[in-house]
């Protein structure tokens, strides 16, 4: 059974950094793109940044200059780092991967980690 593992949220000062991390595990074939997303309360998911396996990059212009999103294949791991960071940035963080696997079925699925909480606060 594939799983996407965060690690890194907490609670942090303004104008200080965090790295998220992000690995999967499992029946995995190949990964293709890596993402974060966000959600803060009463607010939808949206996209922080994602990587494609050719590492290709882009983010959610609220972000852009202050986060960095890379991967590292061999590890199945995709990461966040955040600086400067902002109250607004408070929200929990997703994992979110599109990964070729062999079970249920030999197919690409969509993956989603179980969250970690990013809080930005004096």
């Known amino acids: 059974q594939v799983q996407l593992a965060e690690s890194g949220g907490g609670l942090v000062q303004p104008g200080g950094s965090l790295r998220l991390s992000c690995a999967a595990s499992?029946?995995?074939?190949?990964?293709?793109?890596m993402g974060w997303y966000r959600q803060a309360p009463g607010k939808q998911r949206e996209l922080v940044a994602r990587i494609t396996s050719g590492d290709n990059a882009d983010y959610a212009r609220s972000v852009e200059g202050r986060f960095t999103i890379s991967r590292e294949n061999f590890k199945n791991t995709v990461y966040l780092q955040m600086n400067s960071l902002k109250p607004e940035d408070t929200a929990v963080y997703y994992c979110?991967?599109?990964?070729?696997?062999?079970?249920?079925?030999?197919?690409?699925?969509?993956?989603w980690g179980q969250g970690t909480q990013v809080t930005v606060s004096s």
């Open positions: 979110n991967a599109n990964l070729y696997v062999t079970f249920p079925t030999t197919a690409w699925y969509d993956y």
């Open positions: 499992g029946s995995i074939v190949s990964i293709g793109t």
